[in-house]
């Protein structure tokens, strides 16, 4: 029996050991690359990654485990292949309702009984969902995972869904959408995803889901979800830390083990084909006397298959991917409009949305407005060989950083799982980079990053911007209001 002092210790012995794994010596508490300076120059770090050992449980689950000695933690993820884009029509945000349900109850013990439990062994216990998968991750020291593992199969196989915790988390979830009207940065992520998609498609909502949803959605239908996805011929589990095979092993089986196949889950629904914008089209959203106006630069972007990774990378990179990218010097740097300036794609298992963005004094817009264009019609010329050479390192030198803790191995590792990606990805990581080619940066820019081919989202001030975006014609401007974007 654990007295109090041997508890304090433990739980003092966590922080410390969690703070350790969570800060390698000389880095900074990051997954990835660090994209907020220029890396350092030199050749890129080897990447000398532990092996991963599969194996399969008794009833089929699959289990790959990666030893890392140099920390006494464990980071174990399930994965179940149910994410948002598994959300019956009309019940957007079953998916991430489902998962935030999981640890709110599970087994014999209600939400606090559970909580109290997870943190008397001095491990975290988290679960989510995102578009293509839903994850039960445990953070645990090694010697109490013997310990945490019931808990965390509890969560996964036995949550309660207790009706007293679903009415509050819905109260939560109908608080956040209700702030995302009044955050401009969000209401101009939501708008720019629904004028993309549209209402039906998946992609055009949030993952939490709308008012509506949330407001419809009961233990039965969460119940239901679960019993159709959360199996183990529909998950995948991960094991990374200071374990052996030999050792984990029988502990998986005990408590995942007899986890019952009831039979296939739902098959997956195809993500409806998208085509991108004809035309450049402005669309406004007012955010009477704000400060500065949230820009959204985007079109439909690729699915995480696409053969052009590397050279999306590469060229993302250099157009807005790091601090040292042609958007952030020029909005940020030379300009002084903004505080930073970046572009991303959401590369999923169909194709997300790739988008430019800033926040902008709003007495800025429309001059932003024309930089964007500007750097956008500028990726299609061929890039100096030194800009080139440099975005390559940059993504190099970065990729390695993305291995170092158990954490960040485990989520690698959960790409892999997720995309059906080769194992011998990671390995090719840097050489597939460095063969990327000015002429695959323009083909990139000319394919993806046409901004005759892009919707553009601005929430601000319309009293101040919306004359001036008018008379510049960079395309029809149409004022949407919030509630258009977010039922």
Known sequence: MLTLPRVIARMVLAGL?????????????????DRSRPPATGPAPSLDLPPVAKHRLSNGLPVWIVGMHEVPVVHVMMIVRAGAAMDPEGRFGTASFTAAMLDEGAGTRDALELADAIEMLGATLTTGSAYDVSTVELHALAETLEDAL?????????????????????????????????????????????????????YGTSIIGTEAANRALTVEDLRAFHAAYYRPSNAHLLVVGDVTGDAVLPLLERAFGDWAETGRPPAAPAPPTMD???SRAIYLIDKPGAPQSQIRFGTIGVARSTDDYHAIEVANTMLGGSFSSRLNMNLRE?????????SSFAMRLGAGPF???????????LEALLEFVNELAGMAAQPPDDELTRVRNFEALGFPRGFETTTAMANRLAELVTYDLPE???????????AVTAADVQRIAEQYMDPDRMIVVVVGDLASIEGPVRQAGLGPVTIVTADEVLQ
Do not use: C, W
């Open 424 to 434: 011998s990805f990671f390995e090719e990581y840097v050489s597939r980079v460095q």
């Open 17 to 33: 050991v969690f703070l350790a794994a969570a800060i390698p010596a000389g880095l900074g508490a990051q997954d990835g690359p």
């Open 150 to 202: 019931p808990l965390m199969a509890d969560v996964v196989r036995r949550p309660t869904f207790a009706a007293e915790e679903l009415e509050r988390l819905r109260a939560e979830r109908l608080t956040t959408l209700l702030q995302m009207r009044d955050n401009p940065a969000q209401l101009a992520t939501a708008a720019f995803n629904r004028l993309l998609y549209g209402a039906s498609h998946r």
């Open 355 to 365: 988008v430019a963005q800033s926040a902008v004094q709003s007495d800025k817009t």
């Open 334 to 342: 030379r300009n002084g409009y903004s505080y930073g300036a970046g």
């Open 276 to 278: 991108r914008p004809a």
